[in-house]
């Protein structure tokens, strides 16, 4: 067999000439000219979705495709030794996948700015400590033989389900609070979250069931400055969190703090 590209004799059944590596073509005649190069697929969706990626503010869910489906192609051309053709098409959409990604650092940058997460402010804290109170006296009205609820939990709804006539409230799950903390499973000793802080109602053991403290602790320094707490007296009281507390409040310990001046 000839090497149609350098005239030198290969064995049979080669695929590629030994001597300038050229391809060989079965069937073809010395001094006839190669099959046209073919523009690779691969190159052409490459500059498609890098054009796309462009039109939609440089978005990088096409962007990223865009680079992969180019290095391939261009990788495969350089294998090719001619048969394939396009890695201009292929560098465009390379170069258009990778503005994607520079653009990517200010999208999430304006993300934050735009919507950024805040931790619960202090009235948001009042208001729930308020709640919680405000729940805490309404169940123990109605179950006077129980005293006061002794966890967060107990005040809510069973998790998945809402209070209705199938549903009705009982002691254990009382339906006075709304599900924003307690599709949460926080007992006596788990804390539920909220905003950025970590809610617990714990029953005062000098007077179980009736007495009980609300204690209210940043999760992280990021969140806030301030704990606070609350007992059955309805004050709330505050102090720095620096660091933030670790165990909840007594009732004495409570008592002890400075109350929160609401505006």
């Not at 050229?22 to 069937?27: E, F, I, R, W």
């Not at 069931?209 to 999760?219: A, G, H, K, S």
Request: charged content about 15%.
């Amino acid at each position: 067999m000839v090497c149609l590209t350098c005239g030198a004799s290969v064995p049979g059944g080669s695929t590629y000439c030994s001597k300038c590596k050229s391809p060989l073509v079965p069937g073809q005649s010395p001094g006839s000219a190669l099959p046209e190069a073919q523009t690779d697929g691969k190159a052409v969706a490459s500059l498609i979705l890098g054009i796309f990626s462009a039109l939609f503010c440089f978005n990088f869910l096409l962007g990223i495709p865009a680079i992969i489906l180019g290095h391939i192609s261009r990788s495969s051309i350089r294998k090719s030794t001619g048969r394939l053709k396009g890695n201009g098409i292929a560098r465009t959409g390379l170069i258009l996948g990778y503005l994607s990604l520079l653009v990517l650092p200010v999208f999430f940058m304006m993300s934050a700015i735009l919507h950024p997460h805040k931790p619960a402010d202090e009235s948001t804290i009042v208001a729930t400590v308020r709640g919680l109170n405000t729940a805490q006296t309404r169940y123990r009205a109605s179950y006077p033989d129980v005293g006061y609820a002794p966890d967060i939990v107990t005040l809510g709804h069973r998790s998945g389900s809402k209070c209705d006539s199938t549903s009705p409230p009982t002691a254990k799950r009382a339906c006075l609070i709304d599900d924003v903390i307690t599709d949460q499973d926080c007992t006596g000793t788990e804390s539920c979250w909220k905003g950025g802080y970590a809610f617990i109602i714990q029953a005062d053991k000098q007077k179980s069931q009736q007495q009980y403290v609300i204690t209210v602790t940043p999760i992280s320094p990021q969140a806030g400055p301030k704990n606070y707490c609350s007992t059955s007296d309805g004050v709330i009281r505050t102090e720095t969190a620096s660091p933030p507390r670790s165990t909840p409040y007594t009732a004495a310990e409570c008592a002890a703090l400075t109350p929160l001046e609401h505006p």
